[in-house]
């Protein structure tokens, strides 16, 4: 069919429409601001209202300022990696090898009793560090488990299926 000899260079690769998109320039902002954000606090107010804690408590604020920060770089590397795709820094296959260093799954928060002890802008700091670490899970996975798409059709492959099933 005519769908099928169409050279690579029509196929469109979604991960590389994404990041070229505003949707991926947002999630990108947010997840700096919010590294700066969180930089900002644990530096500054974090540490003051640390001093203030009862030494449990202290203890478990310690623990996630530490969970925190480590899921934020680890988002924020992600986002890097997918804006030196979308700058022309890096190829995608690059991208892709750089990504296996990247956890996107590390440093979930402990048990939810003592999150709610901890001061509530450090709590707020990690709701929103979740919130986002899910956005990007959610985009890693649609990005690469995703099949180049062809222009034209869509329903292509799943008739080219169907034929090849019938032709047996």
Known sequence: MLENSRSEADLVLFSERLTNSAAFGTLFREGMDLVEETAAYLDGDGRNEAKTLERAVGLTYATESMRLTTRLMQLASWLLLHRAVKEG????????????????????????????????????????????????????ASMHAAEPVQFGNPLMPQLDRLKAAFER
């Not at 002890?117 to 990007?136: F, G, N, T, Y």
């Open 89 to 140: 820094e890096m190829s995608l296959a690059q991208a892709n090898r750089e990504k296996t260093k990247v956890k996107l799954t590390a440093a979930d928060p402990g048990a939810r009793d003592m999150i709610d002890k901890l001061p509530q802008a450090l709590q707020d700091l990690i709701l929103r560090s979740m919130e986002l670490q899910a956005k990007v899970r959610r985009l890693d």
